[in-house]
């Protein structure tokens, strides 16, 4: 087959699969700009030590985040990490509509086309798509690039607008990105196998998930839990050779963690979905038990997503309760010490704020993919609910089913998400010192503010040191389940507009 | 008594006239067969007649109460709880097992699950498929699943059952079965049928044949009918006569309307 033919025939089809290619394309795009943001926080120069900047800072950026050379990788591991979910979205946008895009294939097949060729259309339609966002997604960075470059009222700049990532790493991601999702969906189409007879026999998930995968959790936290035991353990024993690889343990507890809890979404919904057959007596809720069941691993893609974003936001909830307990020790030993005027370093907190604006975001996009996965998943079965609703089911019985099977699993995964984020936090964070000794000044404010002459009225003061675990932060921790509880819900609501349409009379025709 | 009523019944999709004025009784306990060619507007018609669709002109009522103007949720819940609508293909919820596709409707009056797979399972053995309660779907063949969506219409014992093809995806045989077995639990219970099918040995099996050409009942008919089998429905039906002689020799029902032909004989 001609490249030309081939392209054209990857992008031909129907409404839906034009939808397909502009998600697949948008979230591609949205990758791109994460990644290129990462790249450019990457491209920042350390500058040479100077009298006046011995830590080498890179003192345009108004953000300690972007000034230090030490923060930056942080940074951009953050900004790679948002581009998870949009990765689990551009996943589920290659599902959609994929009925009729096996129906069109397999025509192909008849048509003549060898399995090989199939495969290599839906692999060049998705790169050809991804490709488009990438260009799009670097258009948009360069031209933001270009807007936002101005300088604040101290002449320092918000964002890294006067470094670019170089043109090799451009090229990388541009290219890159749209080559990874091409070869992905060959990958994923091995086990799919289209005949010309209009039959797509994939190689089904017959046993239902194993929670074996939900082990990696509490082997995560207890990686967690034991880091500042062992760490001190080895400091009283002064085994200094094995404390470098400390925070390897930790990296990979977090890991493995963070996989558990997101490998685990398939059979949280397939639990969900038994124990909600269990429980059910409406036909709502047996519809979306057997369904949860039947299919847990549909939307688990994105459900995933959305689970380790609210792993983070419970993470971060975790911070935010150290870093105000912190920040509240902080102003009392000032008081102790006569500071009454400290306002205390608000970096930490300030940072938190960032790392809960990237978990909304990430919420946000996991929410994208969820509504792309429902209404695929409500596509694909029109059929059946629209005879259903010619037998006389009430289009609110469907609607209550696509809830509960959307809320079912979600409700609980968000907690255990929750949980273990939280726990992860706390004990990364640690408890919070308070108390310490200073020196207290005793005399006039101009005296004590003279460093030649205060000496004599300087009086040692003794705070005793004490090791606090600050509170479960329960109000963050809500906040952050309520939202992806009501991402979910909302993506129900946004779904159940498509039932509607795919419920007509129309569609009992359709084949 | 009459059951249903279709009264000049007018529907369009976009230009595209689909009936053009239908009148039409169906009598309690009668069977008729709509027939026609593809897109003579046959489903249409008994979409109206089932409430599924709304007709743009026109009047559908059954006894006697005019049903095209009620609501959406009233057409809905008549559908649920005195007609039966049994289709081709793809309408048993694949994930759910035979017993719960059958209980359905039943869940959705209010019975209890418990109580719903017991009468669903009695249902499903007067069909000769009480050992496939526990399948899915999926597991079965199209005629078994069509008898499983059988015991489904018939689970509320409703008073009209519309079946539209409702053996069109089965061979010979199955749809032989599904057939006999619709007609006979209808002839029990006394249930109007309304059944769309484009063949003529399927329309052998009614009282009689409602021929449609272009969305308007055919006045010249297509074929030679006989009288029905008396009370049986089960009639043989050779099909190859000439339109014209059929027409010659059709002899006219008492009440039905031109192009309406009592069915169930040979011809």
Redesign the interface.
């Known amino acids: 087959m001609r490249p030309g033919t081939l392209g054209r025939l990857a992008l031909a089809g129907t409404r839906t699969d034009a939808v397909r290619v502009v998600l697949t394309a948008l979230s591609a795009a949205l990758a791109a700009l994460a990644g290129l943001a990462a790249l450019t926080v990457l491209a920042i120069p350390t500058p040479p030590a100077t009298d006046d900047n011995e830590v080498r800072w890179s003192l345009q950026y108004a953000t300690a985040l972007l000034r230090e050379p030490g923060l930056r990788g942080g940074t951009a591991f953050a900004l790679l990490l948002l581009a998870l979910p949009v990765l689990a979205l551009a996943g589920q946008c290659a599902r959609l509509g994929a009925p009729a895009r096996d129906r069109r294939l397999a025509a192909l097949r008849l048509a003549g086309a060898t399995p090989g060729q199939v495969t290599r259309l839906a692999a060049l339609e998705t790169g050809v798509a991804s490709l488009l966002g990438t260009v799009g997604g670097l258009v948009v960075f360069l031209v933001a690039h270009e807007l936002l470059d101005r300088p604040g009222a101290d002449g320092r700049l918000a964002l890294p607008t006067d470094v670019l990532p170089s043109p090799v790493a451009l090229a990388a991601t541009v290219l890159g990105l749209p080559a990874v999702a091409a070869v992905a969906t060959a990958l994923l189409l091995r086990r799919v196998v289209t005949t010309p007879f209009g039959v797509v026999r994939r190689a089904r998930r017959d046993r239902p998930p194993r929670p074996w995968f939900a082990l990696l959790v509490p082997a995560g936290v207890g990686s967690f839990a034991g880091y500042f035991p062992l760490l001190h353990w080895l400091e009283r024993h002064e085994v200094q050779a094995l404390l470098p690889y400390l925070p390897i343990l930790v990296a990979v507890g977090g890991l493995a963690a963070l996989v558990g809890t997101v490998l685990a979404a398939g059979w949280f919904s397939y639990a969900a979905g038994r124990l909600l057959h269990r429980l ?4 709502a809720a ?2 979306a038990a ?2 949860l ?3 847990p691993w549909a939307g688990s893609r994105t459900f995933a997503a959305l689970l380790a974003a609210v792993l983070f936001g419970g993470g971060a909830a975790a911070f935010r309760a150290h870093f105000q307990a912190r920040y509240a020790a902080e102003l009392a030993e000032a008081r102790t010490f006569g500071d009454v005027t400290s306002a205390g370093d608000t970096f930490y907190l300030d940072t938190i704020g960032l790392v809960d604006l990237a978990v909304a975001a990430a919420v946000t996009i996991a929410a994208g993919g969820l509504l792309v996965a429902l209404v695929e998943g409500i596509v694909a079965r029109r ?2 609910y629209a ?8 289009r609110g ?1 469907l609607g209550r089913s696509v809830a509960w099977q959307a809320l079912a699993p979600a409700v609980p995964a968000v907690l255990l998400a929750l949980t273990v984020g939280l726990l992860l936090g706390r004990f990364l964070s640690g408890p919070v010192r308070t108390g310490g000794s200073g020196y207290v000044c005793e005399a006039a404010a101009a005296i004590c503010a003279d460093p030649a002459a205060r000496g004599p009225y300087l009086r040692l003061v003794e705070a005793p040191e004490r090791y606090v675990m600050p509170g479960v932060p329960l109000e963050q921790l809500a906040l952050v389940g309520a939202g992806a509880v009501a991402a979910v819900a909302l993506t129900v609501a946004v779904g159940l507009l498509f039932l509607q349409a795919s419920t007509t ?1 129309e569609e ?2 359709a084949t | 008594m009459t059951e249903l009523q279709a009264r000049g019944v007018v529907k369009a999709y976009g230009p595209t006239p689909a009936l053009r004025g239908i009148t039409l009784d169906v009598a309690e306990g009668e069977i008729v067969a709509v027939t026609g060619p593809s897109g003579c507007g046959k ?1 249409t018609l008994l ?1 109206c007649l ?1 409430g ?2 709304r007709p743009d002109a026109g009047q559908v009522f059954w006894r006697g109460e005019r049903i095209d103007t009620w609501s959406e ?1 009233a057409r ?6 005195e ?3 049994l ?1 081709q293909f ?2 048993l ?4 097992t035979v017993a ?1 596709n059958v209980a ?2 039943l ?2 009056a209010g019975t ?2 418990r109580a719903g797979r017991t009468v669903a399972t009695a249902w499903l053995a007067r069909l000769g498929v009480a050992d496939l309660a526990d399948a899915r779907p999926g597991e079965l063949s199209g005629g078994q699943q069509q008898r499983c969506a059988l015991a ?2 018939l689970v509320t014992e409703p008073r009209v059952i519309f079946a ?1 093809e409702p053996t069109g995806a089965l061979d010979t045989l199955a749809g032989e079965q599904v057939l006999t077995q619709l007609v006979r639990l209808a002839r029990e219970q006394r249930t109007s049928v309304v059944l769309v099918t484009h063949e003529p040995r399927i329309a052998g099996y009614a009282d009689r044949e409602v021929v449609l050409r272009d969305g308007a009942v055919d006045g010249a008919g297509l074929g030679l009918d006989l009288p029905a089998a008396a009370g049986s429905g089960l009639g043989l039906r050779a099909t190859g006569a000439p339109a014209g002689e059929a027409l010659a020799n059709a002899a006219p029902a008492g009440g039905a309307p031109a192009g309406e032909r009592p069915a169930g004989g040979a011809r």
């Open positions: 059910a007596q409406g036909p047996l519809l057997r369904r069941a039947a299919d059929r059946a005879a259903l609703v010619a037998q006389g089911v009430p019985v009379v009992l025709r | 489903s979409h089932a599924i669709l949720a809905s819940k008549l559908r649920r709880t007609f039966g609508v289709f793809g309408q919820v694949p994930e759910l719960e359905l409707p869940l959705l209890g699950r489904r219409t539209d």
